[in-house]
C-alpha cells in the first residue's frame, strides 16, 4: 500500500515510472499510439516524457451544409500535396512530480518543424482535447484547470493541467483498494490524461496479463 496515498512520494513515482516504462519496453511493439517513452533527468528532477504524433486536423467548411462535400478530395490539389510532404507533429506529454502537491502533473506541449501550434489556448482546443471532451471542459470539472505555464525543466511555454484537484480524483477512482505504485500511475493516467488525448495503449493495459497466461 501507498504510505501517502492519494498522494504519492518520490521514491513511489519514481518505481511507478520505471515500471511503465518497462511495459512499454516489453510490449510497444504491439502497439502504435505511443511513438516513445523515455525518463529524462534535469538537474535534481527525473520526470517521464511519452510522446504521440498529433492526429491530422479534420477540415470541414463552415458554410457547408452538404455532408457529400466533406469527402470530397482534389487528388490533384497542390496544397493537399504539400502538406503529405509536412513532418509530423509530435505532442510531449511530461509527467512531472509536483514538490507541493505531491501528486503527478501533467506538461504538454506539440513539437513541430514548422512552428504552427503555439501554446495558446486556442492550440488547446483545436488540437490537444479531443471531441467528446470539448464541451465539459469549456465550463468545469478537472480540465478546467488547463493553463499556460513554464515547463519547470526546460522553462518553455507549455500546457499544463493544475494539481490542485488531482489527490481527490485519484481517491475516488480507487476507491478503497490498495494500489500499487504502478497502478497509481495508469489510474491517474486514465482519470486526466484522456481529456488531452493521452490514453494508455491497450496492448500495454494487457501485458501483464499475457504475461499470466
Known amino acids: 500500500m501507498l504510505s501517502s496515498f492519494p498522494r504519492l512520494a518520490a521514491s513511489d513515482f519514481d518505481e511507478a515510472c520505471n515500471s511503465l516504462l518497462g511495459r512499454y519496453r516489453r510490449a510497444g511493439q504491439k502497439q502504435e499510439e505511443w511513438l516513445s517513452i523515455e525518463t529524462v533527468y534535469h538537474y535534481d528532477m527525473t520526470y517521464l516524457s511519452i510522446t504521440k504524433a498529433l492526429p491530422d486536423a479534420v477540415y470541414i467548411p463552415k458554410d457547408s451544409n452538404d455532408d457529400d462535400e466533406v469527402d470530397e478530395v482534389e487528388e490533384d490539389d497542390e496544397e493537399v500535396i504539400a502538406k503529405s510532404s509536412v513532418p509530423q507533429a509530435i505532442i510531449n506529454y511530461d509527467i512531472v512530480l509536483s514538490p507541493t502537491y505531491q501528486v503527478p502533473v501533467l506538461y504538454i506541449s506539440i513539437s513541430d518543424p514548422q512552428h504552427r501550434f503555439p501554446p495558446t489556448m486556442a492550440t488547446l482546443y483545436e488540437h490537444l482535447i479531443p471531441l ?39 481517491e475516488a477512482s480507487v476507491g478503497a483498494r490498495d494500489v500499487t505504485a504502478e497502478e497509481y500511475l495508469m489510474v491517474w493516467i486514465g482519470a486526466l490524461g484522456k481529456c488531452v488525448g493521452l490514453n494508455i495503449p491497450l496492448a500495454l493495459v494487457r501485458e501483464e496479463e499475457d504475461d499470466l497466461v
Open 132 to 170: 467528446h471532451f470539448k464541451t465539459q471542459t469549456e465550463h468545469a470539472g478537472v480540465i478546467g484547470g488547463i493553463t499556460v505555464t513554464d515547463h519547470p525543466a526546460t522553462n518553455r511555454p507549455v500546457f499544463f493541467i493544475h494539481p490542485c484537484q488531482t489527490a481527490g480524483v485519484i
